[in-house]
């Protein structure tokens, strides 16, 4: 087979390597590619969002299946560009699934209306400014405002004081997030714990889940600080134990795939579940339709099957059999980031030490190379260091000692990754 992978960071440097482990893969494209990727296939400067581009690539090179890394693609509606073509397959939903991440109303709608559980909400536009402040009287604080459409994983904000929080409507409806936020969702705050629960589904009732992941969105020590794009990942997760899982499965796995059938949304590929514990109960905080980032950069190694094989079966409609088995060992990322992320933050420094790690898996995210084949930053997260364990401690003791030999000017990292599941192992 020949594949594309469209995207750019450390999720598709997992997948490009699980991708390229596969017997049935003859070549392995990856558009646009980073810095690290060429180790796993062959890097083409094409956007994942330049459709007429990736179709001629496609002609051209007889790309049999495009793996779709990102949401971007997704939402702009990829799989219906290419689902009269019956050369090439797409992994991943059609545009009318990709709303369950493109709109939060439209997968909170989606929620209530397959009875899936998750927070209180309502939407509120400019011309219901006024009812969005009554509604936030209603709730207890913290408020948790949402923007309604895709804003670069910023669009969230958690508000203590209700004036502030009412404030803060205000703005974002009055575009803080562009058109993004036209549309709010006011939901009300749950406290517990979260993970990440993925699932491969291939449009026709059948569905394996992969490993499940915690990943660790604060750039402080302590979940302090501001929201990153993801410092860590764990996997797997001590709490999501089977009776857990039972309960996902139940209650939000299945309605969510009978849900998309019955309503003739097409959805073949992944769907990401962020997912909170509230005391032992699991709600849905919200949907992504790819997988995670940097929850991939873990979750790829406790893959023990051929991915190809299962994502090329989903995409044709039919998982069968197919088994996706887990690998037992524990995994852990850790990411290297750029000072002052998720601020401002320089480029162009070069990295050294790479080729001195040799037990972990280093997966480049915002790199880029020179004329001369060195290995430069090229953003906010760097590097993603992955590594497998006996224990959560073990894991995350060869990825911090790896990092030790990694370096690049105004590097940054999480020093407590996984440190708040370490008590719950057994």
């Not at 002609?59 to 990829?78: H, S, T």
């Given at each position: 087979?020949?594949?594309?992978?469209?995207?750019?960071?450390?999720?598709?440097?997992?997948?490009a390597w699980k991708?390229?482990?596969?017997?049935?893969?003859?070549?392995l494209?990856?558009a646009?590619g980073n810095?690290?990727?060429g180790?796993?296939g062959?890097n083409?400067a094409?956007?994942?969002?330049?459709?007429p581009?990736i179709?001629?690539f496609?002609k051209?090179?007889?790309?049999?299946?495009?793996?779709?890394g990102?949401?971007?693609?997704?939402?702009?509606?990829?799989?219906?560009?290419?689902?009269?073509?019956q050369?090439?397959?797409?992994v991943g939903?059609s545009q009318?699934?990709a709303?369950?991440e493109?709109?939060?109303?439209?997968?909170?709608?989606?929620?209530?209306?397959?009875?899936?559980?998750?927070?209180?909400?309502?939407?509120?536009?400019?011309?219901t400014l006024?009812?969005?402040?009554a509604?936030?009287?209603?709730?207890?604080a913290?408020?948790?405002?949402?923007?309604?459409?895709?804003a670069?994983?910023?669009g969230?904000l958690?508000?203590?004081?209700?004036?502030?929080?009412?404030?803060?409507?205000?703005?974002?409806?009055?575009?803080?997030?562009?058109?993004?936020s036209a549309?709010?969702?006011?939901?009300?705050?749950?406290?517990?714990?979260?993970?990440?629960?993925?699932?491969?589904?291939?449009?026709?009732?059948?569905?394996r889940?992969?490993?499940v992941a915690?990943?660790?969105?604060r750039?402080?020590?302590?979940?302090?600080?501001?929201?990153?794009?993801?410092?860590?990942?764990?996997s797997?997760v001590?709490?999501?134990?089977d009776?857990?899982?039972?309960?996902?499965?139940?209650?939000?796995i299945?309605?969510?795939?009978?849900?998309?059938?019955?309503?003739?949304?097409?959805?073949?590929?992944?769907?990401?579940?962020?997912l909170?514990?509230?005391?032992g109960?699991?709600?849905?905080?919200?949907?992504?339709?790819?997988?995670?980032?940097?929850e991939?950069?873990?979750?790829?190694l406790?893959?023990?099957?051929?991915?190809?094989?299962l994502?090329?079966?989903?995409?044709?409609?039919?998982?069968g059999n197919?088994?996706?088995?887990?690998d037992?060992r524990t995994?852990?990322?850790?990411?290297?980031?750029?000072?002052g992320?998720?601020?401002?933050?320089?480029?162009?420094?070069?990295?050294t030490?790479?080729?001195r790690v040799t037990?972990s898996?280093?997966?480049?995210?915002?790199?880029?190379?020179?004329?001369?084949?060195?290995?430069?930053?090229?953003?906010?997260?760097?590097?993603?260091?992955?590594?497998?364990?006996?224990?959560?401690?073990d894991a995350?003791?060869?990825?911090?000692?790896?990092?030790?030999?990694?370096?690049?000017?105004?590097?940054?990292?999480?020093?407590?990754?996984?440190?708040?599941?370490?008590?719950?192992e057994k």
């Amino acid at each position: 087979m020949n594949i594309l992978l469209l995207g750019s960071g450390g999720r598709e440097s997992a997948l490009a390597w699980k991708i390229s482990q596969s017997p049935v893969v003859e070549n392995l494209y990856i558009a646009p590619g980073n810095g690290g990727t060429g180790a796993y296939g062959t890097n083409v400067a094409i956007s994942p969002v330049d459709f007429p581009a990736i179709a001629a690539f496609v002609k051209e090179n007889a790309v049999d299946m495009i793996v779709v890394g990102n949401e971007d693609p997704l939402v702009k509606g990829i799989w219906d560009y290419f689902k009269d073509d019956q050369s090439v397959h797409v992994v991943g939903p059609s545009q009318a699934g990709a709303a369950l991440e493109g709109s939060k109303d439209f997968a909170k709608a989606f929620m209530m209306r397959h009875s899936i559980p998750t927070a209180r909400y309502r939407s509120f536009t400019a011309d219901t400014l006024e009812d969005g402040y009554a509604f936030l009287e209603t709730l207890q604080a913290p408020y948790v405002l949402k923007a309604d459409g895709l804003a670069a994983g910023k669009g969230v904000l958690i508000i203590d004081n209700i004036d502030e929080a009412k404030a803060s409507l205000k703005e974002m409806l009055g575009g803080m997030f562009g058109s993004s936020s036209a549309t709010v969702v006011i939901e009300e705050f749950l406290s517990g714990i979260e993970c990440s629960v993925f699932v491969l589904t291939d449009g026709n009732g059948g569905y394996r889940v992969l490993p499940v992941a915690k990943d660790y969105k604060r750039i402080g020590e302590g979940d302090t600080g501001l929201n990153t794009g993801g410092m860590g990942a764990v996997s797997p997760v001590p709490f999501a134990d089977d009776e857990f899982m039972r309960k996902v499965t139940e209650r939000i796995i299945e309605p969510t795939v009978k849900g998309l059938a019955e309503e003739g949304i097409v959805y073949r590929g992944f769907i990401f579940l962020g997912l909170i514990n509230v005391a032992g109960e699991p709600m849905v905080i919200e949907y992504n339709v790819r997988m995670g980032d940097p929850e991939t950069e873990a979750v790829m190694l406790r893959v023990d099957a051929d991915l190809v094989e299962l994502m090329k079966a989903a995409a044709e409609g039919n998982l069968g059999n197919l088994e996706l088995r887990h690998d037992p060992r524990t995994a852990v990322t850790v990411m290297m980031v750029s000072g002052g992320y998720p601020g401002s933050y320089g480029k162009g420094y070069e990295i050294t030490g790479l080729d001195r790690v040799t037990d972990s898996i280093v997966f480049h995210a915002g790199t880029s190379r020179d004329d001369d084949g060195r290995v430069l930053t090229s953003g906010g997260r760097v590097l993603s260091v992955s590594s497998y364990g006996d224990s959560i401690a073990d894991a995350l003791a060869r990825s911090y000692s790896s990092i030790g030999e990694i370096a690049f000017d105004h590097a940054n990292f999480r020093r407590d990754i996984g440190r708040d599941l370490m008590a719950l192992e057994k």
